[in-house]
């Protein structure tokens, strides 16, 4: 039985300033459900698979550019003031697509200013969680911060199919509607933003953040790179063509397979969270990935919505756990004056294989069939699984701890 002391130790992560933070990412992450149907707009303005592909891949594209220079943004400018930032430009982004008239090159402009400004709106907010996160709980209150937005991510699919078979207008006048509703979602998560707590104070935030290459040439970090971009192909073959898929092959609503996989990750993040911070964040991070593979194999085996539910809950799994696991692994592995810095390189793994992936997997659907795609998806994710393998001294919670030592020390110098 626990004391009571070690239970005052461990307060509510539900606190009126995390609760604002949650409100934050579910207002923002509602507008996600609206751009998983924009293969459809493509296809109804005469689009293909690989201009799905392109418009799909375009918010990674713009995040290229942008990832690195944030980190050094969020390091410099702070935390607070960049989410404001990033929402501010982001609620700009949504409401854009409003004007396109389809599939082109004002869409994936469009499309790749979201992706510039939602990568800063996301580099901030998750080093801001982490860093207000108590000791030994990182991983629980990411797992919570993210659960917020899958909320969203599980109602915002089944709004949007709705809106798109009974507002009484021509197809093209309801996707305008949703896409006016995705900037209303990102205004609301800006208006809750202005309501943040300020940056917490740290002991190295006089001193200016290393160069990212500096930061990027301890082996800690670029083996986090790895499961990062494989993680990157898993999730872009499911949810840059899942709508097309779903529609092509007669396979049922998509909002089974949205609700299954966003329930999934809810589920899990409450009931199983405080575990991210007691296991091996190493084995979090290869199960994680092998039961992605599992999913992307079932998608790419004919069958039916009870098969669509399934992939949803297995992909889901495997998001449930990665995503904190990862995301604490960086945080802890960093100085506290490069953890914007970390973060975004971290990240920065998953933009290159959604925006490379992205087009790719549109030709391969294209020449082959979306089967095909999902099975060359499992095999190049489960490659990626076994290359993170051989780094797995790197992430041991002594190499984490001299990775953190070490950096600090090498700039002191």
Known sequence: MTSAPEKQKQPSLLTGPFLRILMIHLTAMGCFGVYYFLPRFIRLTGGNEFMIGLVMGAPAAAALLFRLPTGGWVDRLGRRPMVITGLALFTVANFLPVFAS???LFLI???AAAGASMIIYFTAIVTYVAEKAPEGRRSEAIALYGAAGFIAQ??????????????????????????ALAGAFTLLALVFSLLMEHDDHHEEKHLAPDPWHQVMRSPTLLFILIPSVAFGIGYTSIFSFI?????????????????????????LRLSTGKLLDRLDRRMITVASLLVIVVGLLLASSPGGAASLVLVGILTGTGHSYIFPALSTL???????????????????????STMAMSPLFGMVAEHWDYFTMFRVAAWMLLAGTLIYLTGWRFHSAEAVRRAAAGNSAGSAR
Do not use: K
């Not at 007669?250 to 949205?258: D, I, N, Q, R, V």
């Not at 490069?338 to 920065?348: C, I």
């Open 243 to 267: 709508t097309d898929f779903t529609e092509i092959h007669s396979l049922g609503p998509t909002s089974y397979f949205f609700i299954s996989y966003s329930v999934t990750v809810v589920v």
């Open 109 to 111: 402009l469009a499309r």
């Open 102 to 104: 389809g599939a082109g």
């Open 330 to 352: 960086t945080f802890d592995s960093s100085p506290a004056r490069n953890r914007g810095t970390s973060m975004a390189l971290y990240m920065l793994g998953f933009d290159v």
């Open 154 to 179: 599980a109602l915002s699919p089944w709004m949007c199919e709705q809106l798109l078979e009974v507002l009484p207008f021509e197809m093209m006048t309801r996707f305008r509607i949703l896409f």
